[in-house]
């Protein structure tokens, strides 16, 4: 499905690779060296496909402080502000960049481009126990 | 052995290293007054193509330089060597996108002296690239009349960070049945307001206000600096 190679659409593993980064970076400076799960905020309009962002972690994690760990992946839907009701709007797709209310153009995106990690989970007792 | 979890809140973007690098290269090219282009789209809209012909166009009357990501080959890179301007290329060996490190790497090791215009042309391909900052001033995104109308709403990731859309390869429009309206409502529809321009880089419909286009921001960029 996302095997690396020519042609081959890897950018899912760029971001796990950088995901895995991140989470055992903010384990070590707490003094933590396994995570055991990965809470991360994704963006419809990232362009990132959720089975091929948990594949890939799963096949970049061994070896690193986020072996075993799980992968939760929250989607960020669309948020755009419109500049005729002056409201923030959720929008039912990625193709028509229009208020749901009152059908004006809407370029001002305000949620759904995240990749955002926003927590791990961590064992206490590792601590402790160092 | 019971576990005891606990909830670490971390709350940062997971391409910081990417963002942070980008943010600092887009610093030094505002210091240094350059232009930087990211040219992004399918493969085989005409990048290459059209990007040839405009560093030889600009090349006679500004300082132009270009880097090619290309998966495998330097096609790419001879193709744009061909206009006299500094080219560089980077084989990403199968990976779909740059990223911000590989273009700093790039430029650290090249002694290219003061910049007019940067381009960089990105791997050709609709979704990858989508979150990859390489301190541009300009997302430039190639659709091209071959590829039919509905491609933007098919991938709408990419052409959502576009700050100007290129319809390449005009002159072909009337062989393919191209409907120019429709694809010029798709675009509109995932990137409201976006500027457009129709160009084909064999016929030069359209070449001159692309340059001219690349001229104004250059200016504007520079005025802006100057404040």
């Given at each position: ?130 | ?150 491609k933007p709403l098919k991938y709408p990731t990419l052409i959502n960070t576009a700050d100007l859309v290129l319809v390449s390869k005009v002159d072909l429009a009337e062989a393919v049945g191209f409907d120019r309206s429709t694809l010029l409502a798709n675009i509109q529809a995932v990137r409201p307001g976006v500027a457009v321009h129709e160009v084909s880089a064999r016929s030069n419909v359209g070449f001159a206000a692309w340059i001219e286009y690349l001229e104004e921001q250059l200016r504007a960029k520079r005025s802006?600096?100057?404040?």
């Amino acid at each position: 499905m996302v095997a690396p190679g020519p042609g081959g659409d890897v950018h899912e593993l760029s971001i796990a690779l950088s995901l895995i980064d991140e989470a055992a970076g903010a384990a070590r400076s707490e003094g933590y060296v396994r995570v055991m799960r990965v809470h991360a905020r994704i963006g419809v309009l990232s362009g990132v496909v959720h089975e091929a962002l948990q594949f890939s972690f799963q096949m970049a994690s061994p070896g690193t402080a986020c072996e075993d760990a799980v992968l939760e992946i929250e989607e960020v839907p669309i948020q755009v502000r419109c500049p005729v009701c002056q409201q923030v709007v959720q929008l039912p797709n990625a193709y028509r960049f229009v208020c749901p209310t009152c059908g004006t153009p809407t370029p001002e995106v305000v949620a759904g481009r995240e990749l955002e990690l926003v927590s791990i989970e961590v064992d206490d007792d590792e601590a402790a126990s160092a | 052995m019971m576990m005891k979890p606990r909830v670490l809140e971390v709350r940062t973007n997971i391409l910081k290293q990417n963002d942070q690098l980008a943010r600092q290269m887009r610093d030094d090219f505002a210091r240094q007054g350059v232009l930087v282009c990211n040219l992004v789209s399918s493969p085989g809209s005409g990048k290459t193509e059209l990007l040839t012909k405009t560093l030889a166009d600009l090349h006679a009357r500004y300082r132009v330089a270009a880097i090619v990501g290309d998966l495998a080959t330097d096609c790419d890179a001879k193709r744009l060597a061909t206009s006299g301007a500094p080219t560089r290329q980077i084989q990403t060996d199968g990976l779909c996108h740059l990223e911000a490190d590989m273009v700093a790497r790039v430029l650290s090791d090249w002694q290219l002296g003061p910049l007019d215009f940067l381009f960089i042309e990105n791997v050709g391909n609709l979704v990858c690239p989508t979150s990859w900052d390489l301190g541009e001033d300009l997302r430039v995104l190639l659709t091209s009349v071959t590829e039919g109308e509905d491609k933007p709403l098919k991938y709408p990731t990419l052409i959502n960070t576009a700050d100007l859309v290129l319809v390449s390869k005009v002159d072909l429009a009337e062989a393919v049945g191209f409907d120019r309206s429709t694809l010029l409502a798709n675009i509109q529809a995932v990137r409201p307001g976006v500027a457009v321009h129709e160009v084909s880089a064999r016929s030069n419909v359209g070449f001159a206000a692309w340059i001219e286009y690349l001229e104004e921001q250059l200016r504007a960029k520079r005025s802006a600096a100057s404040v």
